[in-house]
């Protein structure tokens, strides 16, 4: 088991970069593929980037781009540099932990339901 713990969210203004963390404990991270997920105010959490084992990546079309997701396994912690943001990337931020094997990760890795561990959570707010 895995127990996931988000950082580093806040206010920031349109434009400016930030970067969350999520620390992992109580399990190794190399053992999962890892994933980003959000939610807006009103809307359904949607998929922002993933990462596998091996260190292949995936984006949202919403963020490809300007967010980049890495991973240092020695350090147990996932990140997700946000870079020009915008008022709708407003959410609250997951991290995810995936135990799929590599095939199946691949093919579903947008997928809420690939995720057997999840985050509390940390609010991005992008606002004038």
């Known amino acids: 088991q895995v127990h996931l713990n988000e950082s580093g969210g806040g206010l920031v203004q349109p434009g400016a970069s930030l970067t969350l963390s999520c620390t992992a404990s109580?399990?190794?991270?190399?053992?999962?593929?890892l994933g980003w997920f959000r939610q807006a105010p009103g809307k359904e959490r949607e998929f922002a980037a993933a990462?596998?084992?091996?260190?292949?990546?995936f984006y949202g079309a919403a963020v490809k781009g300007r967010f980049t997701i890495s991973r240092s396994n020695m350090k147990r912690t996932l990140y997700l540099q946000m870079s020009s943001l915008k008022p709708e990337d407003t959410a609250v931020y997951y991290c995810?932990?995936?135990?799929?094997?590599?095939?199946?990760?691949?093919?579903?890795?947008?997928?809420?339901?690939?995720?057997?561990?999840w985050g509390q959570g940390t609010q991005v707010t992008v606002s004038s």
């Open positions: 995810a932990a995936s135990s799929l094997i590599s095939g199946s990760f691949n093919s579903n890795y947008a997928e809420e339901t690939s995720y057997r561990y």
């Open positions: 109580g399990s190794a991270l190399h053992g999962f593929s």
């Open positions: 990462i596998t084992r091996s260190s292949i990546t």
